[in-house]
């Protein structure tokens, strides 16, 4: 039993010395003459046993940093090469073409749950053309709209006055005035106009334009509409603290006015089936259909995450168009209001694909040649100093 139990304190000393790496072979040496001097096989075993268990921590520890070490070495590289992948690249430089993926993306998941949760077939058609115009208008806005977006104030001021007018002519339900007749297609005027009102005021604020907000705030207050009156207070509030003006200041005053006159007037709407209330009744259908249908809510706001790598005369218009369609998505989330793009309703998706089309960043911008990027004025006219205001080709 003695030789036995010796051999084994010998055969665990050498598993322990080989674990040890070369620069530590005197601690073999060392522990093998200790071992020899035990006259003790319990005391020689248990020795044994403690060198094998402290070289297996070493050996552990040597193991984890290199892993580490290998790890942050493929991570490095791995951004490295991101870095360097052309379509990822293109895709994030531009917003346009990147909202234009996340408004398909989020029109098919809520068509997806509509087909899911048995919604007449004319719903799934009404949003499916929807989505044709609004990529058309993309399409067109890329290739022709002036390259200064020149008169954008007086623009502002035509949609206001628009959505003044369809307060006082437009479809009523309930106490509410928001809705204009196309045939059998009752649009929502807001939801079309006022993202790409929001859009072309922070790319462009001037006194024209601000006067064109003021007007769109007593137009939702008039209606009334307290989810489209907090969506423009949102987006006014985001170019807000994208660039402070005393003309923005003047805009989102007159909002959070609004707002808060829709605030205390009656909002007595119940909610439409496939409508309202989607975000939660989708859940009802199948949870993953839920989840579907959250996931393509959040693709709204995409768009606006590039803001930060965008410079100064880019962030305030991404800034403002994620306020304003972050803000529309709590709206449904909080009342009976349109859930947009997931839910029926071609309004919020013409609005959003239009407002799309006008965000800055885009392919020409982010595609151009060696030369035209280092020249940071060739694509603002001859002052390189002036505000980016070219509505971009599109890729």
């Not at 060392?30 to 046993?49: K, N, Y």
């Not at 369809?166 to 204009?180: N, Y």
């Not at 769109?216 to 949102?234: I, K, N, S, W, Y």
């Not at 529309?328 to 998706?349: F, H, I, K, M």
């Amino acid at each position: 039993m003695s030789r036995l139990v010796h051999r084994l304190a010998s055969r665990m000393l050498a598993a322990a010395s080989a674990l040890l790496p070369s620069r530590l072979s005197p601690w073999a040496r060392a522990m093998e003459r200790e071992l020899a001097e035990i006259p003790d096989d319990g005391a020689a075993l248990m020795f044994a046993a403690g060198c094998l268990r402290a070289v297996l921590g070493l050996a552990i520890a040597a193991r984890l940093r290199s892993i580490g070490a290998a790890a942050r070495a493929m991570l490095l590289a791995t951004a490295s090469s991101t870095r360097r992948l052309p379509t990822m690249t293109r895709i994030s430089a531009r917003p346009r073409l990147l909202g234009l993926i996340c408004g398909a993306c989020a029109v098919a998941m809520g068509m997806a749950y509509m087909l899911a949760a048995g919604a007449p077939p004319r719903y799934l058609l009404v949003n499916l053309l929807a989505l044709v115009l609004g990529a058309t208008a993309w399409l067109a806005l890329g290739r022709t709209a002036s390259s200064r977006l020149a008169g954008a104030g007086f623009l502002v001021v035509a949609l206001a006055l628009a959505l003044l007018l369809t307060s006082f002519f437009g479809l009523a339900a309930d106490g509410a005035s928001r809705w204009v007749s196309v045939g059998p297609v009752a649009l929502q005027v807001s939801l079309i106009v006022l993202p790409v009102m929001l859009v072309l005021y922070a790319r462009r604020p001037d006194a024209i334009g601000t006067a064109g907000m003021i007007v769109a705030a007593l137009a939702l207050a008039v209606q009334p509409d307290r989810a489209m009156a907090g969506v423009l207070a949102a987006g006014l509030l985001a170019l807000l603290c994208a660039a402070p003006s005393r003309l923005a200041l003047t805009a989102a005053v007159a909002a959070l006015l609004a707002f808060g006159f829709t605030l205390v007037m009656p909002d007595a709407l119940p909610a439409t089936p496939y409508v309202d209330r989607v975000l939660f009744t989708a859940f009802d259908v199948h949870p993953l259909v839920g989840v579907a249908v959250l996931t393509g809510a959040a693709l709204l706001a995409v768009p606006c995450l590039v803001a930060a790598s965008k410079g100064a005369a880019e962030r305030p218009a991404l800034l403002a168009f994620g306020g304003c369609w972050l803000s529309v998505v709590v709206a449904a989330a909080l009342g009976n209001y349109p859930t947009p793009l997931v839910g029926y309703g071609g309004s919020a998706v013409l609005g959003y694909l239009l407002s799309v089309a006008l965000l800055p960043g885009g392919a020409r911008q982010a595609g151009g040649s060696a030369a035209t990027r280092a020249r940071p004025g060739a694509d603002r006219g001859s002052d390189p100093t002036a505000p980016e205001l070219r509505v971009a080709q599109p890729a």
